[in-house]
DNA sequence: ATCAAGATTACCT
DNA sequence: GGTAATCTTGATA
């Protein structure tokens, strides 16, 4: 089942292809780019989360000081040396959660963090993880998923979540068979104090769901 | 044992 | 634009 159908809450049919294993064996910047647009699925309680990756960061293990991983191999950061394709997931400021994809061969270290999405199945559930209530008006579904923190929270992304492959069916990531055409901007990343002078936050130009236009 | 920092967010002026 | 909230982790003693 790597070829199939959803409807989103709006009504709308897409047909979708799960990527393949070998689609997060590269470079995290290449894949940290390529996953802007993608569509990212997550099955819950017999409840399915659908979201297009709007926004992303590129860390690598080897070169970037602003990685985890740069310290080398921790409890904390052992899910970043794993081969690419597993999910990161960390805990951070005491109250929450980060994802990651890891990219690369094992031992590397990389991994692109998902820092926005656009909401597209499942709206009232990440409305209710979120704020507490299923109603939700333009404005607040905006703010849904546009921040790492942001879309862990609604689409229950925690520690439970770490280490988990995304060639497997609970958690994985497909691209559309008609994809959209949109440009890439890169930018300096966010939230980091070392690495700055890098150009690796990618986003999609005038998405509208961007943690920082 | 203690401690500072952190890939953030919400709410304030 | 500023800052409080909140706690795990990794480093140092």
């Known amino acids: 089942m790597n070829d199939f159908e959803l409807t989103t809450d709006n009504g709308k049919t897409l ?4 990527l393949k294993p070998a689609f997060y064996l590269r470079n995290a910047t290449t894949v940290a780019k390529a996953l802007l647009g993608k569509i990212f699925v997550r099955k819950i309680n017999g409840e399915i989360f659908a979201a297009r990756i709007t926004e992303t960061e590129a860390y690598d293990g080897r070169t970037d000081p602003a990685a985890h ?10 899910t970043m040396f794993e081969s ?9 400021y005491g109250m929450y959660y980060c994802a990651n994809v890891v990219t690369g061969a094992a031992g590397e270290g990389s991994a692109a963090l998902l820092r926005s999405m656009e909401p597209l199945k499942g709206i009232e559930q990440m409305a209710f993880n ?9 404005t607040e579904i905006k703010s849904l998923l546009n921040g790492p923190g942001k879309l862990c929270q609604a689409l229950n ?6 280490g988990l ?10 691209r559309e068979k008609r994809p959209r055409k949109f440009e890439i901007v890169e930018t300096s990343r966010i939230g ?20 920082k236009p």
């Not at 979120?130 to 333009?138: Q, T």
């Not at 492959?165 to 994985?172: A, K, M, T, Y």
Request: glycine share 8%; hydrophobic share 35%.
């Open 192 to 211: 980091i104090n070392r690495g700055t002078e890098l150009d690796w936050r990618f986003y999609i130009k005038d998405s509208g769901f961007i943690s």
């Open 84 to 92: 690419g394709g597993l999910l990161y997931v960390y805990f951070i």
């Open 157 to 162: 992304l925690t520690k439970k979540e770490n």
């Open 130 to 138: 979120r704020f507490k209530k299923r109603e939700v008006s333009r």
């Open 15 to 18: 047909k979708l292809i799960k």
């Open 165 to 174: 492959n995304l060639n497997g069916e609970e958690i994985f990531i497909c």
């Open 69 to 78: 991983s740069f310290i080398g191999k921790t409890k904390r950061n052992a």
